[in-house]
């Protein structure tokens, strides 16, 4: 394919950065290492492969995170497509079931004209037009040559994954299915969209705790200082902070009652859905670098559990992301190379979602240069957040309402009617970029 556009990774952005390339009428080579080279964390030779939790965030227009799938609809995404094609239940969140969801995005690209998809590791740039979408976990020889090409390839935080248990081992006369407060994105959803709950007594609590803080870790490379992303914190880092940090937080009982005792439990674990057929089961905020016969131990302390089957036990890796700020433009160019574009989290974006919104941005943008993402939209946000952070220390982002830009005039104090009201405005301002992409694909694409 002459003059096309070489996309880097497979994941979740260069998935939709190829994808958004192919409808534009572009002709895109879309590269992926597996399987002729593993990661430390994938176990399929998928496209778009998730290795953590299955949820991407809420699906409510008053969240961020929603409008910024809405946005991202509008604009033709494969991945949030595939993800309302292949969602489980999961309360006001969209959280789907990772195989299918990977099989169908793998499926689309494959079947796509405009798209050769070819296996194997890349360790220099092609000529031309390039999208450099190799994840966090951008093998060695690829992060030697980002490295000389940027000068800054120096930052990284540590990621850790939940566990998955098999539903078949959890015992039902233990558990109750049920959302905090009931939340659902109908009035009427049945129990079928609840997660499951396992109750905690207090001295149920106390002794995981206790047990949890006494865990043996999987080590770390002793020179090596450790960071973690603040919203992805190991389970034991969060009981390392106080006794009562997990019970006011990834164990908040708050709004669940328990139908077996019918008073609110001291603390809970929840298990959301992994899968459409319901076999598997994840443990939510229970993210660990607890060495595996360690977590089998102590989470089978938790009832309902104590006879669990791990299809996954949790572990942890080093994410490496670029100091986007000083290298990138807002449409996620390189300064000094304009013909390559970054998307992911090697642009220090934090989520799938966010991972994926990078690779449109950078699709779009290698297709149409011209594009303009309103820095009122969260995907502008998003760019504005990579480009343009000045703060003393970058770090990676989820999409925010706290770096949208906010309302003028009068502030709206209650929080869902101010997150209404700047979805709405992005969703406004996002309309001008969607007429203008729908009109060049009308010309162009396939």
């Known amino acids: 394919m002459s003059n096309s556009v070489h ?22 080579i879309l590269h992926e290492m597996r ?6 964390v994938h176990r399929s030779n998928f496209a778009a492969e998730i290795v953590c939790s299955n949820s991407f965030k809420s699906n409510h227009v008053s969240n961020a995170s929603g409008v910024l799938k809405e946005e991202m609809r509008r604009l033709d995404s494969l991945i949030v497509r595939c993800a309302d094609a292949t969602s489980v239940p999961a309360g006001e969140a969209l959280a789907v079931d990772r195989d299918l969801f990977s099989a169908m995005v793998t499926s689309e690209l494959e079947l796509h004209p405009n798209i050769d998809f070819r296996r194997g590791e890349v360790t220099e740039l092609p ?10 976990l951008t093998s060695d020889s690829l992060a030697e040559t980002i490295g000389k090409l940027t000068g800054r390839y120096d930052l990284y935080f540590y990621d850790a994954v939940a566990p998955v248990i098999e539903s078949s081992s959890i015992d039902m006369s233990k558990v109750f299915r049920a959302s905090r407060r009931g939340k659902g994105l109908e009035p009427d959803m049945s129990d079928d969209a609840a997660y499951l709950n396992c109750p905690l007594e207090k001295d149920e609590y106390l002794a995981l705790v206790d047990a949890i803080n006494a865990a043996e870790l999987a080590p770390i490379h002793d020179f090596e200082d450790i960071k973690f992303f603040e919203a992805c914190l190991p389970v034991e880092e969060l009981a390392r902070r106080g006794p009562k940090t997990l019970a006011f937080g990834p164990l908040k009982p708050i709004g669940l009652t328990d139908p077996h005792t019918g008073r609110r439990p001291y603390a809970v674990i929840q298990l959301r859905q992994e899968n459409k057929s319901g076999s598997l089961f994840n443990m939510v905020g229970f993210q660990t670098r607890m060495k595996w016969g360690e977590q089998s ?19 942890m890796h080093r994410n490496t992301y670029i100091h986007s700020p000083t290298l990138l433009t807002r449409n996620l ?24 919104a990078t690779g449109l941005m ?17 995907l502008g946000s998003l760019a504005s957040y990579v480009s343009e952070y000045d703060g003393p220390s970058y770090a990676p982002m989820n ?8 309302l003028d005039g009068e502030r709206i104090r209650d929080k869902k009617e101010r997150g209404r009201a700047l979805g709405q405005r992005a969703l406004d301002a996002h309309a001008v970029l969607v007429d203008e992409v729908t009109t060049y694909r009308e010309e162009h694409s396939v």
């Open 7 to 28: 996309v880097i990774g497979a994941g979740l952005a260069g998935s939709e950065a190829a994808w958004q390339l192919a409808q534009c009428g572009r002709k895109v």
């Open 35 to 40: 399987p002729v080279r593993n990661t430390p």
């Open 127 to 136: 000529d031309g037009d390039v999208i450099i979408a190799s994840g966090p």
């Open 297 to 315: 131990r102590i989470f089978r302390m938790i009832p309902g559990l104590e006879k669990a089957e791990f299809v996954r036990f949790g572990v």
């Open 333 to 356: 160019a390189l300064r000094t190379d304009p013909r390559i574009r970054f998307a992911g989290q090697i642009t220090g974006v934090e989520g799938y979602l966010e991972s994926a």
């Open 362 to 378: 950078a699709g779009l943008s290698a297709a149409i240069p011209t594009l303009d993402f309103h820095r009122h939209s969260v």
């Open 399 to 406: 999409a925010s309402w706290g770096i949208v830009d906010q």
